[in-house]
């Protein structure tokens, strides 16, 4: 997973639709239309992984865009990590046997941390944890419940579950377009053994660069890249410099 790091596009929905929210908040979104466009539209500017969330379902709990997430699937090739809706270890595994490469969980891997290991018995290694943090803790439910959870501490406790990566999005810098945030990803990676990939704020291709510098594995991107602030292609070359 992630043997060199990656700049992965970020295709969120929001009824049917490409959304990006602002520090994850309802109602804060920009629409940017349709997801297979969207999706392929990543793959062909060089995407080799794609990440999706159902932001319904990070919300209410269902996977309410899930035929627009089956359609993005059926329209592209390359590696897909889902997230948002699955609850349950019977969708995780629905999912990863119809050929996702990961999944992502938030609030089902808070309130029963056994599932990251009864879905690892099944799929070794695929799933990912997002601990998404706001003022220092980890929030759930569609970033509305704090936990007073450490995400550095929660990051080690999942790895020992057997989680294969960990998804760290900073929420009070999500959507803005303002930067990075670097010493919260470094005492996340210093955590754990397991990749790290980090999201939210980035702004400009010193931003990728720095996540990857603090080591990150990868970095998801979605506002810069939708309002054109830099190219897919060139965040890819400014990392491989």
Do not use: C
Not at 49 to 62: M, P
Not at 152 to 169: H, K, P, Q
């Amino acid at each position: 997973m992630f043997p060199e790091f990656e700049v992965v596009p970020a295709v969120d929905m929001q009824d049917g639709q490409v959304v990006q929210l602002v520090g994850g908040e309802r109602g804060t979104g920009t629409t940017y239309g349709d997801p297979v466009a969207a999706a392929r539209r990543w793959v062909e500017d060089g995407a080799r992984t794609l990440h999706l969330v159902d932001l319904d379902g990070a919300f209410e709990g269902d996977r309410a865009n899930a035929d627009a997430i089956d359609a993005v699937l059926e329209a592209v090739g390359v590696e897909v990590q889902i997230g948002g809706g699955i609850r349950t270890a019977a969708d995780a595994v629905a999912l990863l046997d119809r050929g996702v490469d990961r999944v992502i969980l938030g609030t089902a891997a808070v309130e029963n941390p056994d599932i990251v290991a009864a879905i690892g018995d099944e799929h070794p290694g695929r799933v990912m944890v997002s601990l998404d943090a706001k003022d220092g803790e980890v929030v759930v439910s569609g970033w509305t419940e704090s936990t007073g959870l450490d995400p550095a501490a929660a990051a080690s406790r999942y790895e020992d579950l057997g989680a294969g990566a960990i998804l760290f999005t900073d929420v009070d810098v999500e959507g803005q377009l303002e930067g990075v945030r670097t010493d919260p990803v470094e005492r996340v990676v210093g955590a754990v053994d397991i990749p790290v990939v980090a999201s939210g704020g980035v702004a400009t291709i010193d931003d990728v660069r720095a996540l990857k510098d603090a080591g990150a594995a990868a970095v998801v991107v979605g506002s810069a890249l939708y309002e054109g602030t830099f190219t897919l292609a060139e965040a890819q070359r400014a990392v491989s410099e």
